[in-house]
């Protein structure tokens, strides 16, 4: 007997027979390394069937064990998202390992303490609630990419999921405690450090205090009890709202430092003993110092949103360390840190990869906090501020994003890389300098001859673009990139307002 769902539809009305009957999947949810959509609006429940019976044809397809660890993050529909997953999954005959309630990385864990190939974590990650989605794998340490997620999207939309047998279902209880025994073995804080952790009321407060606790130092949990209503603010430690909330408890409880996590736990964002928010690609810089000091010919990636200090830093210079800068995007720097065999991959958005005896090569938030612990652990005397002020200065934007549609987001980012490279090619200068480079690995980074970059490119996770803009000169010549950019983006109809400004 066959278990075929019907063709899923692209737009459909809740309240109607046909929403009830018919999965619902809008094909921009598939997004180039997992996957998103508005729940209910986007993707109904009949529609997570179909995925999770198309990524178990996906499986099938890829000829590795039909085996696979489920997880969900706390919100209220992640659960159900999770068991209709699960139907689709067991159609498509595979066994399910579930393990309950879990941070992205615990499901990531899961897969090398279960030896288990595959991972379906049901996780919107920071997006607001409303939002949902899916982190998928099929090849520990890795993720989907564009090619994987292009096939996905391939077999759900046309309905050309199939129903195999075995399909089978296996509760997994005590993850938490064994993933929290593997964080924290042979790791011992020997200086006396105050750490708030900053949990923003999303799943990490089920993990983050204790994992810090175990480690020696005093914790001050911040906003760690589970609602996930958010009711202060959303958990990303990206957000400025989030970050003056961890500079604003570092400051009342004279703490050494913040770090703050995710909604599912895989992002750490940094606030040190003076209430300045290090923005995670400078964290990057600094433990790139730390471990290329105990690492020869140490090798780093990083994300195109990062600062030039990578390849300018004068100390990374001396220790041998090299970077190559590449796709944003946790599956990419998590796939490019892998081929070169890089001990570390970072990413401006608070995703850290740490591989060889610091990590298994997927991100972490929690492993990312104990190695900036670590690294003040061997840095005595010294306050996370004062390694923060040993950096050269450079003068740096958050992350903006412009609203912008899906359909249409990929599209407008052509036309800027065009205008860009037109720029380049013409002679034509840029905040008063010549163009010294302009890479287009991922959208486009322009940089003038002082040093200067900015950076536009399409959010792989939300209907917006990403603006950035570094400059290692001042602060007048940061603010002229942006109002170069912002020129050519207001210049696109498709694009709407910032979240926020410089």
């Known amino acids: 007997m066959s278990h075929i769902l019907p063709r899923p539809a692209p737009d459909l009305l809740a309240n109607t027979i046909d929403y009830e009957t018919t999965p619902l999947v809008k094909p921009t949810g598939f997004r180039e390394y997992d996957a998103r959509w508005l729940f209910r609006k986007e993707i109904n429940l009949l529609g997570v069937q179909a995925l999770g019976q198309g ?12 085996r696979i660890v489920v997880g969900h993050d706390f919100r209220e529909y992640s659960i159900s998202i999770k068991q209709a997953l699960t139907v689709g999954l067991m159609t498509a005959g595979i066994e399910v390992n579930d393990i309950g309630l879990a941070l992205s990385p615990v499901a990531y864990f899961a897969q090398f303490e279960l030896d288990i190939p595959c991972v379906a974590m049901v ?33 759900v939309l046309a309905g050309a999921y199939r129903s195999f047998e075995g399909g089978s279902y296996r509760a997994v209880s005590g993850l938490r405690e064994r993933y929290l025994a593997d964080l924290v073995k042979d790791v011992r804080i020997d200086r006396k450090l105050k750490v708030i952790a900053a949990c923003g009321n999303g799943t990490a407060g089920a993990f983050a205090p204790e994992a810090l606790s175990r480690l020696g130092v005093e914790v001050i949990p911040m906003d760690a009890e589970l609602d996930f209503t958010f009711p202060k603010y959303n958990p990303n430690p990206e957000d400025m709202e989030m970050l003056h909330a961890m500079r604003d408890a570092v400051q009342m409880h004279g703490a050494d430092l913040a770090l703050g996590f995710d909604g599912d736990g895989d992002r750490c964002g940094v606030v040190d003993d003076e209430g300045e928010e290090i923005f995670a690609d400078k964290i990057g810089v600094m433990l790139a110092r730390d471990l290329s000091s105990i690492n020869a010919n140490a090798r780093f990636v990083v994300d195109v949103k990062s600062t030039g200090l990578f390849m300018t830093d004068p100390v990374l210079i001396e220790n041998g360390a090299e970077t190559t800068y590449w796709k944003t995007g946790h599956s990419y720097i998590k796939r490019k840190s892998h081929e070169m065999n890089a001990l570390a991959g970072f990413e401006k958005s608070g995703h850290f990869f740490f591989r060889g005896d610091v990590g298994r090569g997927y991100d972490d938030g929690l492993v990312a906090a104990i190695a900036i612990l670590k690294m003040l652990d061997r840095s005595p005397g010294k306050k996370l501020s004062d390694l923060r002020k040993a950096l050269p200065r450079t003068w740096q934007s958050p992350t903006m994003s412009p609203k912008c549609a899906d359909e249409v987001k990929y599209d407008v980012v052509k036309r800027v890389v065009k205008a860009i ?11 008063g300098q010549t163009i ?8 486009v980074r322009v940089t003038v001859e002082d040093g200067t970059w900015g950076l536009v490119r399409a959010s792989s996770n939300k209907p917006e673009l990403v603006v950035v803009v570094e400059s290692p ?12 950019l912002d020129a050519i983006l207001s210049a696109q109809p498709e694009v709407g307002a910032y979240n926020q400004k410089i």
Not at 421 to 431: C, D, H, Y
Not at 438 to 443: E, F, I, R
């Open 123 to 155: 996780t919107a990650s920071h997006n607001e609630n409303g939002w949902t989605g899916v982190k998928m794998g099929a090849g520990r340490p890795l993720t989907f990419g564009p090619d994987e997620m292009g096939r996905l999207k391939d077999i």
């Open 473 to 484: 000169s001042s602060e007048q010549a940061m603010k002229a990139m942006f109002g170069e």
């Open 421 to 431: 490279e037109s720029r380049a090619a013409s002679g034509e200068k840029i905040i």
């Open 436 to 443: 010294r480079d302009v890479v287009t690995v991922n959208g």
């Open 55 to 66: 990524l178990g044809t996906l499986i099938r397809e890829m000829d590795v064990a039909p």
